[in-house]
């Protein structure tokens, strides 16, 4: 059989709204062409995140009702500790509400002044906690991950040369933790090979480093070990997991992925002095150790989806729907960046509307085309995004420019994605000619594409 199917039935279902063009665009009006200031009531498909967004399964919201809601040593703490204790082989796990606050308490931990933390590519948050701790952040990505056209199977690897080089002139001391985000949000979710993970882990081991996972998507990235690294078809993705998680000091997770819940994180230590100053911020910022600002119903349903998400018949599905969307937008002559990863597909917004200037930015004209079109919502991951040089005052001209449909999980079926590829197609065969894209009427400052609003040229 090669049809992929979804793996589970419909128990549950939430109406959602057609709406007419003219009202799309009575919307995107009052949004000024931003479309996370669009209700979510008026949009018919929402890919602007795979985060927390995924629906939960009846095992997981049975745990809901079984949350032990104690404020110390619950039970739904001891199940979630063990779950994870089972899957990663780490001793110390700390609930957190998301992966940023992991990532907060790593940082505060580990992080400080005049120090240097290198990852393949930092997530948003990622960097931006990294530098609130007084670090900077580098991304060392393989040459790869920036081509668009390039079919490399692992993209989203680290540059070991680069590591090494970097390492080299920093200095050990000045560099607390080398960190591997799997997958890497950036491309889409593009993954690491075990190959890549173990060489970064010799290179730490050579110099007496740390090595940090952001481990927000690891069963996806494990799928895609085992699909595409020789040598690891016949693994379990338990199996694979595990040889990840025993790669590395510490973890953040962002559970609101592959954790399959709509709130949720994880921070993971295996330093006994670190865990504890960690656990001390956790007291003082976010909750008691064994609930970390979550409610006891939370850490059972995150217990549920730590399992879940290793099935192998859900991450074929998962990981299948995605690239199944991405074909289908190809055979289109949509022009998308290849491989798919693991979450997302990207169009590329310059070749899709070759003749929009830059500074008009065509990624997000693209987004504006495609909820007018179909009532979907997609977010700009480019020129809109990236911002201005501070120096020059310029617009910062990023490698690509991107329209990022970001897939839920068991959220969509496939007739909800071939209606995605209708509207693209529409708005594609109705507007190659189009020369002219958005002008902003507003422009924040910092990260623009929350607040920025625009006009259409
Ligand atoms: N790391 C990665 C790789 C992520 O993709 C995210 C979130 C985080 C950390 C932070 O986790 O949101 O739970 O605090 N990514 C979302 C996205 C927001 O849309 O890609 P969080």
Not at 32 to 57: C, Q, Y
Not at 180 to 199: E, H, K, W
């Given at each position: 059989?090669?049809?992929?199917?979804?793996?589970?039935?419909?128990?549950?279902?939430?109406?959602?709204?057609?709406?007419?063009?003219?009202?799309?665009?009575?919307?995107?009006?009052?949004?000024?062409?931003?479309?996370?200031?669009?209700?979510?009531?008026?949009?018919?498909?929402?890919?602007?995140?795979?985060?927390?967004?995924?629906?939960?399964?009846?095992?997981?919201?049975?745990?809901?009702?079984?949350?032990?809601?104690?404020?110390?040593?619950?039970?739904?703490?001891?199940?979630?500790?063990?779950?994870?204790?089972?899957?990663?082989?780490?001793?110390?796990?700390?609930?957190?509400?998301?992966?940023?606050?992991?990532?907060?308490?790593?940082?505060?931990?580990?992080?400080?002044?005049?120090?240097?933390?290198?990852?393949?590519?930092?997530?948003?948050?990622?960097?931006?906690?990294?530098?609130?701790?007084?670090?900077?952040?580098?991304?060392?990505?393989?040459?790869?991950?920036?081509?668009?056209?390039?079919?490399?199977?692992?993209?989203?690897?680290?540059?070991?040369?680069?590591?090494?080089?970097?390492?080299?002139?920093?200095?050990?001391?000045?560099?607390?933790?080398?960190?591997?985000?799997?997958?890497?949000?950036?491309?889409?979710?593009?993954?690491?090979?075990?190959?890549?993970?173990?060489?970064?882990?010799?290179?730490?081991?050579?110099?007496?480093?740390?090595?940090?996972?952001?481990?927000?998507?690891?069963?996806?990235?494990?799928?895609?070990?085992?699909?595409?690294?020789?040598?690891?078809?016949?693994?379990?993705?338990?199996?694979?997991?595990?040889?990840?998680?025993?790669?590395?000091?510490?973890?953040?997770?962002?559970?609101?992925?592959?954790?399959?819940?709509?709130?949720?994180?994880?921070?993971?230590?295996?330093?006994?002095?670190?865990?504890?100053?960690?656990?001390?911020?956790?007291?003082?910022?976010?909750?008691?150790?064994?609930?970390?600002?979550?409610?006891?119903?939370?850490?059972?349903?995150?217990?549920?989806?730590?399992?879940?998400?290793?099935?192998?018949?859900?991450?074929?599905?998962?990981?299948?729907?995605?690239?199944?969307?991405?074909?289908?937008?190809?055979?289109?002559?949509?022009?998308?960046?290849?491989?798919?990863?693991?979450?997302?597909?990207?169009?590329?917004?310059?070749?899709?509307f070759p003749d929009i200037p830059?500074?008009?930015?065509?990624?997000?004209?693209?987004?504006?085309?495609?909820?007018?079109?179909?009532?979907?919502?997609a977010v700009e991951i480019g020129?809109?995004?990236?911002?201005?040089?501070?120096?020059?005052?310029?617009?910062?001209?990023?490698?690509?420019?991107?329209?990022?449909?970001?897939?839920?999980?068991?959220?969509?079926?496939?007739?909800?994605l071939e209606h995605v590829v209708?509207?693209?197609?529409?708005?594609?065969?109705?507007?190659?000619?189009?020369?002219?894209?958005?002008?902003?009427?507003?422009?924040?400052?910092?990260?623009?594409?929350?607040?920025?609003?625009?006009?259409?040229?």
């Amino acid at each position: 059989m090669t049809t992929i199917i979804e793996p589970f039935r419909i128990k549950s279902v939430e109406p959602i709204r057609m709406t007419t063009r003219e009202e799309r665009e009575a919307a995107l009006d009052k949004a000024g062409f931003n479309l996370f200031k669009v209700p979510a009531r008026d949009v018919l498909i929402d890919l602007l995140t795979d985060s927390g967004t995924g629906a939960m399964s009846s095992e997981q919201w049975a745990g809901m009702m079984r949350g032990d809601e104690s404020y110390a040593g619950a039970r739904s703490f001891e199940r979630f500790e063990a779950v994870l204790q089972e899957i990663t082989g780490f001793a110390h796990i700390l609930p957190t509400h998301q992966g940023r606050a992991s990532e907060r308490l790593l940082f505060e931990v580990i992080g400080g002044p005049g120090l240097v933390v290198p990852n393949n590519a930092h997530f948003d948050t990622t960097r931006a906690n990294a530098e609130h701790s007084g670090c900077e952040a580098v991304d060392l990505p393989i040459a790869e991950a920036k081509d668009p056209s390039s079919r490399h199977p692992f993209k989203g690897n680290m540059n070991v040369p680069a590591l090494e080089a970097r390492i080299g002139k920093v200095g050990v001391e000045r560099i607390p933790a080398v960190m591997i985000t799997i997958t890497n949000n950036r491309g889409g979710g593009q993954p690491v090979s075990l190959g890549n993970m173990r060489a970064v882990r010799e290179v730490c081991d050579r110099h007496g480093l740390r090595l940090v996972l952001d481990a927000c998507r690891f069963a996806e990235n494990a799928w895609f070990i085992k699909l595409r690294e020789p040598g690891q078809a016949h693994r379990t993705i338990p199996e694979i997991v595990r040889e990840v998680f025993d790669l590395a000091d510490g973890v953040t997770i962002s559970a609101k992925k592959d954790g399959m819940v709509n709130i949720g994180g994880v921070l993971l230590l295996r330093d006994e002095t670190l865990f504890q100053k960690a656990s001390e911020l956790l007291i003082l910022t976010e909750g008691y150790v064994t609930y970390g600002g979550l409610a006891g119903r939370d850490l059972e349903a995150m217990a549920q989806g730590f399992q879940e998400v290793l099935d192998e018949d859900y991450l074929r599905y998962r990981v299948g729907q995605v690239a199944q969307l991405g074909a289908w937008l190809e055979e289109e002559g949509v022009p998308i960046v290849r491989p798919v990863g693991g979450h997302a597909v990207f169009i590329d917004g310059r070749l899709f509307f070759p003749d929009i200037p830059e500074d008009e930015f065509p990624a997000q004209a693209v987004c504006v085309e495609l909820y007018k079109e179909g009532g979907v919502r997609a977010v700009e991951i480019g020129s809109n995004l990236i911002g201005r040089n501070p120096d020059t005052g310029e617009n910062i001209r990023p490698a690509m420019d991107l329209c990022r449909l970001t897939i839920p999980r068991r959220v969509y079926s496939s007739e909800h994605l071939e209606h995605v590829v209708d509207a693209a197609k529409t708005v594609l065969d109705g507007q190659h000619s189009r020369s002219r894209g958005l002008a902003f009427l507003k422009e924040a400052q910092g990260i623009r594409h929350f607040a920025s609003t625009f006009r259409e040229l």
